[in-house]
């Protein structure tokens, strides 16, 4: 593939549900950044703005569901008699979970799922060394973060978990010195060119592959495609039968003519490659075929729906922005009423207060008198009224504000459920009321759960998919158990049965 076909290919996903992407922008500026971000309310005569945040609450709440409810991922054997690899991918699984970064990847996913609708987070594979200088091939997971804006499907791909999907792009920004270092790193020259160079035409492509900023894009873009393979089969004297394709029976043609293996006989099947293309507006960087069959990304959805053929997703933010807007507003407008209207002063005549005015001037702690003196009769004699004559009045609070400030409440609350009612913790309620409350607040995550299961069972496919390539040679692994602890185990364990036959154990393919 050339860097003007990925291009193009990269410009139908991004111009495929732009609106629906931008709404989700707004919706993670909305719960992350500020919930003053309408022009309206811009425009609005207010000095004093706050946040009076009810809908971080909730999404606190459901978070906090799907962090604390792992999904456990089971394999199952397509052979009833493999079960021992089954044990084993379930054990390489579990583990490669539990380091920092895929831990970060699905709680990352999973928390921009619940804001704005919609996450995601890639499958790699590196090198590890061991002190004693093995280097064995690991399957990790790397965090996408802001993947509404940083990855993009292939516009005809529609289910769930995408694996329908035939290409997708992954944006990573980069300044221009970072760029040029990652230029060195993956082609071993110098980056001679200036960003500023392949700019231009700009008008050629949709999506702009220089920022503002002057930030470069990167995209690591899979491509997946399907090709003719042939497949040969042995057998030894035993009736056991293995199947090599082209490039592994090259590796094992003289192991097999040594153990006795005879070929039966040559088939031709469709599988599926995936390659991964490093590319910035300049040029491709790096092209690699990575293991396994499937594009190692993994959405993450909220809720989802198609809308007259274009793909929707939303979080608990998007209903919820309105009413919390307008609850913004309200409690600040209520702050500007008691921070700006004047205060309640007492009013009296000239006469009454004549050669005492100072004793009036100070208010509050500044008014150190221990008492003020008031006239009692006028310069003429005449009897003047003791006590102020009347009040200013302090400005009345609007009946329709403090009436609606609660139903603002009442509205986010609708849509986005705060979080457990106080009278949960009430001591005369009964176990059962209790637990019928937990359950009618769990539902409000239901539909985040339900994804999340179809991401991690995704993400499972893919696992096994990359892992029948990488561990395809005899090795020593650690395995972690469904109680968390840890044993060691062997994959492509060669054991001798009862009746001297040989039989290979923990064969992941």
Same mark, same amino acid.
């Given at each position: 593939m050339d860097l003007k076909v990925l291009k193009e290919m990269h410009d139908s996903a991004y111009e495929r549900g732009q609106t629906t992407r931008d709404k989700a922008s707004d919706d993670m500026i909305f719960y992350h950044v500020t919930q003053w971000d309408s022009d309206l309310l811009n425009d609005s005569q207010l000095s004093y703005r706050g946040e009076f945040n009810i809908l971080r609450k909730a999404g606190r709440q459901v978070m906090s569901d799907l962090h604390s409810n792992p999904v456990q991922v089971d394999f199952e054997p397509k052979d009833p008699d493999n079960d021992d690899g089954a044990d084993l991918i379930d054990g390489l699984y579990r583990t490669s979970c539990r380091n920092n970064t895929s831990r970060e990847a699905f709680d990352t996913a999973s928390n921009e799922s619940v804001v704005c609708g919609v996450g995601a987070w890639e499958l790699t594979n590196e090198y590890e060394t061991s002190r004693n200088g093995e280097r064995n091939q690991i399957i990790k997971r790397i965090p996408l973060y802001e993947a509404v804006n940083s990855? /993009?499907?292939?516009?005809?791909?529609?289910?769930?978990?995408?694996? +329908?999907? +035939? /290409?997708? #792009? $992954? =944006?990573?920004? &980069? %300044?221009?010195?970072? &760029?040029?270092?990652? &230029?060195? +790193? =993956?082609?071993?020259?110098? $980056?001679? %060119? #200036?960003?500023? +160079? /392949?700019k231009s035409p700009n008008e050629s492509y949709v999506f702009p592959w220089i920022s503002e900023d002057n930030h470069v894009w990167v995209s690591r873009f899979f491509h997946r495609e399907k090709v003719k393979v042939k497949a040969h089969v042995f057998e030894d004297m035993y009736g056991e039968q293995v199947t090599y394709n082209d490039d592994e029976y090259e590796e094992q043609e003289d192991e097999l003519a040594d153990n006795g293996y005879n070929h039966i006989e040559t088939r031709d099947y469709d599988e599926y490659v995936v390659t991964r293309y490093v590319a910035s507006g300049e040029k491709i960087l790096e092209e690699v075929t990575i293991p396994g069959t499937e594009i190692p990304v993994v959405p993450n959805y909220g809720e989802r729906a198609y809308v007259e053929g274009e793909e929707t997703y939303e979080g608990i933010t998007r209903l919820a922005k309105d009413p919390q807007r307008l609850r913004n507003f309200q409690l600040s407008y209520l702050a500007d009423i008691v921070s700006r209207s004047p205060r309640d002063k007492r009013i009296y005549t000239a006469e009454q207060l004549q050669g005492h005015q100072h004793m009036y001037e100070e208010s509050g702690a500044e008014n150190n008198f221990p008492y003020v003196i008031q006239n009692a009769k006028s310069v003429n004699g005449e009897q003047l009224p003791l006590g102020p004559v009347g009040t200013t009045g302090m400005q009345e609070m609007p009946m329709a504000l403090m009436q609606s400030i609660e139903l603002t409440r009442g509205a986010v609350e609708d849509v986005a459920n705060a979080g457990i009612p106080q009278n949960i913790a009430d001591p005369d309620m009964s176990g059962k009321a209790i637990l019928a409350m937990q359950n009618r607040i769990d539902m409000q995550s239901f539909v985040y759960q339900s994804n999340h299961k179809h991401a991690c069972r995704r993400d499972g496919e893919i696992f096994a998919s990359m892992a029948r390539v990488i561990y395809d040679a005899p090795r020593n692994v650690a395995l972690t158990l469904v109680d968390g602890t840890r044993k060691q185990g062997k994959v492509m364990e060669e054991v001798i049965n009862d009746d001297f036959t040989k039989t290979m154990k923990n064969d992941l393919s």
């Open positions: 990855v /993009f499907w292939d516009p005809n791909a529609s289910l769930l978990d995408k694996s +329908d999907a +035939d /290409f997708v #792009s $992954c =944006l990573v920004r &980069y %300044s221009e010195e970072g &760029y040029k270092k990652l &230029y060195k +790193d =993956l082609t071993g020259e110098e $980056c001679e %060119s #200036s960003p500023q +160079d /392949f």
